[in-house]
């Protein structure tokens, strides 16, 4: 476990500025009990923890450390930063774009299908192409996240069966990619 | 002649150790330096060193001079473009290993020029997509006007064809009406001749 880089935290901070707006400053915000959030490399994969917590992770042996705080995503092999699902929670409270799924659109989301026109029951104003968008049900539980497909006026006019929003991560990964979510190395 | 015992010696200092015996034929006297006793050995060693390293300034002297040889850098010759693989030329002076980031500032620093970067990204899509659905609606208008156009001399032709039909039928009904009194027979007489000249 150790602190990133600064490329590295550049390539997490760019990822994460693609879902969220100027509120992601107040994870690194210091908090009311003087602790503060801090990010950590464990086998490739990023977490958001406290700084306190992280302390007491070092008395942890590498191999034994499965994870700890909340898992933002991991480096590939080739530098790049991905996202996991397990973000949602930081993503969905900083949100910039938002979707919200009428209810006969949530399961074919939590399938792992990509949002058409038809399921669509809100959509925010003034989003841009292959913008990150944060989608939620009709009643603002987060469901997952992924990119636009097409501008908010572009798919007003789109038909039902056209697709709005590609599908990134959703919660149904916790069941699909349960063996792989969590395993190092 | 009586033939003399011959004695071998093994070597000049293995001599006859006996004192009462005669000096050797040669009648050499062992001198102080000569002889392997190990206690004479125990001499000072300087003037030894000193042979030694004279010894050795002759022998460098003997040597012929090594030539120098020049690394491409002194020669100054211009270097291959190729490219260096990475980890291959390390800067020097620059510390060796990660650098992290950890404190709040620099974090801060970093956040705030990713989403500045980010900011004008979306920005410019924005107004992108803006100007696009401007010429997108400037095109529809006048499409819808063109399309307007069309219909309104699709109708003008349509409202002259019907106003000539009309005015042929004028003239068309008179016909009617002399052949509906007369009659259609009247054609029927003027039937085909052939005349055979």
């Known amino acids: ?9 550049q390539a997490v901070f760019k990822k994460l500025a693609e879902y969220t707006g100027a509120s992601l400053k107040n994870i690194i915000a210091p908090q009311e009990d003087g602790d503060r959030n801090v990010f950590r490399l464990s086998q490739n994969r990023v977490y958001v923890v406290r700084l306190s917590m992280a302390n007491l992770a ?83 539980v987060p469901l997952g996240f992924g990119v636009s497909a097409r501008s908010t006026a572009e798919s007003r006019r789109l038909d039902p069966t056209g697709v709005v929003c590609f599908r990134q991560a959703d919660c149904g990964e916790y069941l699909r990619d349960e063996d792989t979510l969590f395993q190092s190395g | 002649m009586a033939p003399s015992k011959t004695r071998t010696i093994k070597n000049k200092h293995a001599g006859p150790k006996g004192g009462s015996s005669a000096p050797a034929k040669g009648g050499a006297k062992r001198s102080t330096t000569d002889g392997v006793s190990k206690s004479k050995s125990k001499k000072p060693k300087g003037p030894v060193v000193s042979q030694q390293v004279k010894e050795k300034n002759r022998a460098l002297l003997m040597k012929r001079p090594k030539k120098k040889t020049y690394t491409a850098e002194e020669l100054g010759i211009p270097t291959l473009n190729m490219i260096t693989p990475i980890g291959v030329e390390k800067p020097k002076g620059k510390k060796k290993g990660k650098v992290f980031v950890d404190d709040k500032e620099s974090m ?90």
């Open chain 1, 58 to 140: 070092t008395s942890i042996a590498r191999d034994n450390l499965l994870s700890l705080g909340t898992c933002l995503g991991k480096f590939t092999k080739s530098g790049k930063f991905r996202i996991h699902i397990t973000a949602l929670p930081i993503l969905a409270e900083h949100a910039r774009h938002k979707l919200w799924i009428r209810p006969n659109g949530v399961m074919p989301f939590l399938y792992g299908g990509n949002i058409v026109k038809a399921h669509v029951g809100r959509f925010s104003e003034d989003c841009p192409e292959h913008q990150g968008l944060v989608v939620y049900t009709m009643d603002d």
């Open chain 2, 108 to 197: 801060t620093t970093i956040l705030s020029l990713v989403q500045a970067e980010k900011e004008g990204h979306i920005e410019s899509k924005m107004i992108k997509a803006r100007q696009m659905e401007e010429i997108r609606e400037a095109r529809k208008v006048e499409a819808e006007k063109k399309a307007a156009e069309k219909k309104a001399m699709l109708e003008d032709t349509k409202e002259s064809l019907r106003k000539k039909r009309k005015r042929k039928n004028d003239g068309k009904e008179d016909n009617m009406k002399s052949i509906s009194l007369t009659g259609t027979k009247a054609n029927k007489a003027s039937k085909k001749r052939v005349s055979f000249a």
């Open chain 1, 1 to 9: 476990m150790r602190p990133l880089t600064e490329e590295e935290t």
